[in-house]
């Protein structure tokens, strides 16, 4: 059973940049897909990118194509999600999650971390 822990939240201006981490204990992450997925308040989580467990095949909503990259360092047994040019409307709680298949779909996801606050002022 991995478990989770992102890091790297805060306050940034509305065309910052914020690097956000995911640490796995207890499994390797390689193993896993890794999400990541954010709630903002009064609205349900959606997903944001993932990463494949094998091919690193990545998935992005539309929203965050050519300003979000997720990415992994298998040594570090960690997930990484680089947001620049961010928007107001990026402000949310992120969650990294793992899954064993490859999908965008919150429910079918088994392990997620605590989540970190992003707050974007414009």
């Known amino acids: 059973q991995v478990q989770l822990v992102e890091s790297g939240g805060g306050l940034v201006q509305a065309g910052g940049s914020l690097r956000l981490s995911c640490a796995a204990s207890?499994?390797?992450?390689?193993?896993?897909?890794t999400g990541w997925f954010r709630q903002a308040p009064g609205k349900e989580r959606e997903f944001v990118a993932a990463?494949?467990?094998?091919?690193?095949?990545?998935s992005y909503r539309d929203s965050v194509k050519g300003r979000f990259t997720i990415s992994r360092d298998n040594a570090k047994n960690m997930v990484y999600l680089q947001m620049n040019s961010l928007k107001a409307e990026d402000t949310a709680v992120y969650y990294c999650?793992?899954?064993?298949?490859?999908?965008?779909?919150?429910?079918?996801?088994?392990?997620w971390g605590q989540g970190t606050q992003v707050t974007v002022s414009s």
């Open positions: 999650a793992a899954d064993r298949g490859f999908t965008t779909i919150s429910n079918t996801y088994d392990y």
């Open positions: 207890g499994d390797t992450l390689s193993s896993y897909t």
């Open positions: 990463i494949s467990r094998r091919s690193g095949l990545t």
